[in-house]
């Protein structure tokens, strides 16, 4: 340990606070958990501590700071103990230059039994199928891409139009007229030329035409809005439980508000099923009669910025859920986002026991 370099790891940050009668606060702060670690150390200590800069070992810091290589061994051991240190070999071995940031990024999340790269591998060796590559749908393949994800099923009918452009980032005015699975699956592997991408021109109408495509996956995420999301939803949740797959159902965007939907795991949270059992939306429509209206109306209207916040929330989600660095944030329940206020309403989403996905009788014969 002596002849070992050591420095204060990329992903902390620290703060020394003195207090009287010369009484020293260390703080060392994880920059993306926010884990805050504070502790009281003598003057002598704090001098070791500012030499732990990757430049000198151990035994050389020793002597500077009139300390024992006991002493010194025993402190740097708790920092490391800590994840607030680590040596310089380690370091550098994990210096990846395409995801160094992604790498310091999970690093505040580190276990004894996962690290930055174990993370980062998770990413690699998933595959990831995304239904509809609109408004949501591209900016989710895109940012999931450029995360490292290593393989793509894409699934969309339609071509790319005009007004796609201002809000769907996969296309350029070149793209007009060609499908967009073709035109997405180049724009990504330009962005990553290791990423692995099988792209399917067709609309799924049926779980069982879904069944077959998903079987190897390891997250679905929906962002098709065609013919409605409430169909895509039940579809796509039907297929995924029959395959005990995590599934996103993606929410969308109408004028000022974005809609963040629910993060599925099968038999263990709320799912489609639950929200559509509890009806919680009626409470807020007692007393009302359905109104149908037969007329011909624009598509809502947004804003680019709306669209790409709202699917980076969602691409966001689907790293939780592949890497397991924390919790998914959209489980039993979904969210409601008003970009005038920048307010964020939740809505929480227990699950159902007469749920016909994954209520109590369900969960009783699976497990029979």
């Keep these: 340990m002596l002849n070992n370099i050591y420095t204060v790891r990329n992903c902390v940050s620290t703060f020394v606070r003195r207090g009287r009668r010369g009484k020293i606060t260390l703080a060392c702060l994880f920059q993306s958990s926010r884990l ?26 020793a002597p500077r700071c009139g300390v024992s290589n006991e002493e010194l061994s025993a402190f740097v051991a708790y920092l490391e103990k800590e994840r607030i240190v680590e040596s310089v070999s380690h370091s550098k071995r994990r210096s990846v230059p395409r995801y ?22 998770k990413l690699g060796t998933s595959q990831v199928v995304i239904l509809g590559l609109g408004g949501i749908g591209s900016w989710v393949a895109e940012s999931l891409t450029r995360s ?6 894409l699934i969309d009918p339609d071509k ?15 793209d007009l007229g060609r499908k967009k699975v073709k035109a997405a699956a180049q724009k990504l592997r330009l962005t990553n030329s290791e990423v692995k991408i099988i792209g399917l021109e067709r609309k799924i109408i049926s779980a ?5 495509i998903i079987r190897n ?12 999301i409430s169909i895509t939803n039940d579809i796509i949740s039907q297929a995924c439980f029959a395959l005990k797959i995590p599934h996103i159902l993606c929410g969308g965007y109408d004028g000022h508000l974005s809609f963040v939907g629910q993060t599925v795991i099968p038999y263990k949270t709320s799912c489609w099923g639950c929200y559509i059992s509890g009806k919680s939306y009626e409470k807020r429509l007692s007393g009302f009669k359905s109104l149908i209206i037969t007329h011909v109306s624009e ?23 592949l890497t397991g660095y924390t919790q998914p944030s959209m489980i039993n329940c979904k969210a409601e986002l008003d970009f005038n206020s ?17 209520g109590v009788k369900k969960t009783e014969r699976r497990t029979r």
Excluded: M, W
């Design 36 to 61: 805050l670690i504070s502790f009281k150390l003598n003057t002598l200590s704090l001098r070791c501590f500012k030499l732990l800069n990757g430049k000198l070992k151990l035994k050389d810091i």
């Design 208 to 212: 069982k035409q879904l069944i077959p």
């Design 100 to 121: 160094r940031r992604q790498l310091n990024f999970f690093a505040s999340f580190e276990t004894n039994t996962s690290t930055r790269e174990t993370f980062q591998k």
């Design 148 to 153: 490292g994800v290593g393989e793509f099923i």
């Design 342 to 358: 920048l307010s964020l309403i939740r809505t929480r989403i227990p699950r159902h026991p007469q749920c016909n996905l994954c």
């Design 160 to 174: 790319v139009t005009a007004s796609n452009l201002p809000r769907q980032t996969l296309y350029q005015e070149r």
């Design 299 to 321: 598509e809502g209207g947004t804003l680019a910025p709306i669209a790409s916040i709202t699917a980076n929330v969602h691409a966001l989600e689907a790293i939780k859920v």
């Design 217 to 228: 996956a390891d997250l679905v995420i929906n962002c098709a809005d065609q013919p409605d």
